[in-house]
C-alpha cells in the first residue's frame, strides 16, 4: 500500500472559528487510510473545549515545549489512520503557518489547509505580509494567486490585497499570463463536465470598457486562445450566464469575492493558492469572532478545503 500523505492544519486565530470548523469538519470527514493530520491549535481553554468534539479519532497531544514543530514529522509518521496529532502552542499563530510552509518546501509534508488568521498576527509575525498568501509567495519565491472553488462558482483574482486606485497598473501581462494558467490549472480540478466549459475574464472596468468610453484597459487586453471576454461583471455574474463557463478570472479581490461569497458564505467552497509547489487550500471566510465559542459556526467551507486538500495530493502524487 502507498504512503499516506501528510497534511497539516492550521487552525487560526485562538478567538475565531476556526478551530471550530476545524474539529467539526474533521469529525465529518472521519479518518482516511491515506491521510495522517497534524492540527496545530493554541493551549486555551477554549481549545480544550473545541478538541474535546473531535469524533472517530485518538487525539496524541504534543506541547511546544516538549517538541517544537518541524521535529513533529516522526510522531506523524507512526500514527494509525484513526489518530490525529494535535500540536499546541502559545505562540502567534501566523508562525505555525510559517513552519508549515517551510515542512512543505522540504517535502515533509504534503499539503496545508489554513484556518483563517487577521491580518494583525500577520503583520505582528512579518510587517511585508497581509495575510497567507503573501507569506507563502515570499517562502516559496514564486508569484501565487488565488483561486476559489465552489460547486456554484469558480474564480481565479488576477490581483489580491492591492488598493483600488493601483488595480489598473498592477494589470501588467506577466501577472495576467499568470492568472489564466491558474485559470486552466483549476478547470482541471472539476468534474469532466465542468472542465469542458470555457474559461472567461472579466473586465476592469463598468461595461468592460464600453468599447473605450469607460477607460481603454479592455482595448489592451490580449487574451488567450480559448478564453472569453473580458465580459463586463456584472452581465457575466448573473445565475443565467455563470453556468456557461468553468472558471472565471476577476480582474480584482472584490470583483471575484463578492458574489463567490454570496453564492458559497460558510456554507461550501474553499481557497486554492495557484502557483505554489505544494498544495495549500483554506476556507473562504474570515475568523467570524463574532461566533467564537458560540459552536454556531458553519464547518462546510472547512469541509470542502479538506477534501480538496486530499484530492489534490492524490492527483499530485499519481
Known amino acids: 500500500m502507498a ?14 472559528i476556526g ?20 492540527l496545530t491549535c493554541s493551549t486555551l481553554k477554549s481549545a480544550d473545549k473545541e478538541l474535546r468534539k473531535i469524533t472517530g479519532f485518538k487525539q496524541v497531544q504534543i506541547s ?22 494535535v500540536w499546541r502552542d502559545s505562540g502567534n ?24 488568521v487577521s491580518k494583525a498576527r500577520f503583520k505582528k509575525l512579518d510587517s511585508r505580509f497581509m495575510g497567507h498568501t503573501g507569506l507563502f509567495a515570499a517562502l516559496a519565491k514564486t508569484p501565487v494567486h488565488q483561486g476559489y472553488v465552489g460547486s456554484k462558482l469558480c474564480v481565479v ?32 480540478l472539476l468534474s469532466p463536465k465542468l472542465r469542458r466549459r470555457p474559461i472567461a475574464a472579466l473586465g476592469l472596468n463598468p461595461h468592460a470598457g464600453e468599447s473605450g468610453l469607460i ?43 463578492i458574489p463567490f461569497k454570496l453564492l458559497h458564505g460558510q456554507d461550501s467552497g474553499f ?7 505544494f498544495v495549500r487550500t483554506s476556507v473562504d471566510h474570515g475568523t467570524a469572532k463574532d461566533l467564537f465559542g458560540r459552536g454556531r459556526a458553519n464547518p ?3 469541509v470542502d478545503a479538506l477534501r480538496g486538500a486530499m484530492k489534490l495530493t492524490k492527483a499530485r502524487r499519481q
Open 215 to 257: 477607460g481603454s484597459f479592455e482595448s489592451r487586453l490580449s487574451l488567450p486562445k480559448g478564453i472569453l471576454g473580458p465580459l463586463p461583471a456584472d452581465t457575466a455574474m448573473t445565475s443565467k450566464t455563470l453556468s456557461r463557463f468553468s472558471v472565471i478570472v476577476a480582474m480584482y479581490h472584490d470583483q471575484g469575492l
Open 3 to 16: 504512503a499516506p500523505s501528510f497534511i497539516a492544519i492550521t487552525s487560526g486565530d485562538s478567538d475565531g
Open 64 to 85: 511546544s515545549r516538549e517538541i517544537p514543530l518541524e521535529a513533529t514529522m516522526g510522531v506523524l509518521s507512526d500514527l494509525e489512520p484513526d489518530e490525529i496529532l
Open 157 to 188: 483574482l488576477a490581483t489580491d490585497h492591492v488598493p483600488l486606485s493601483r488595480v489598473e497598473r498592477s494589470l501588467t501581462k506577466p501577472v495576467l499570463q499568470r492568472a489564466f494558467a491558474g485559470a486552466e490549472t483549476l478547470r482541471y
Open 19 to 38: 478551530l471550530e470548523v476545524t474539529c467539526k469538519a474533521l469529525s465529518s470527514i472521519g479518518p482516511q487510510r491515506s491521510v495522517r493530520w497534524l
Open 93 to 116: 499563530e501566523a508562525a505555525w503557518v510559517k513552519t508549515c510552509a517551510q515542512l512543505a518546501l522540504e517535502k515533509k509534508i504534503d499539503a496545508i489547509v489554513t484556518g483563517p
Open 271 to 277: 481557497q486554492i493558492s495557484l502557483g505554489l509547489p
Open 300 to 302: 462546510g467551507s472547512m
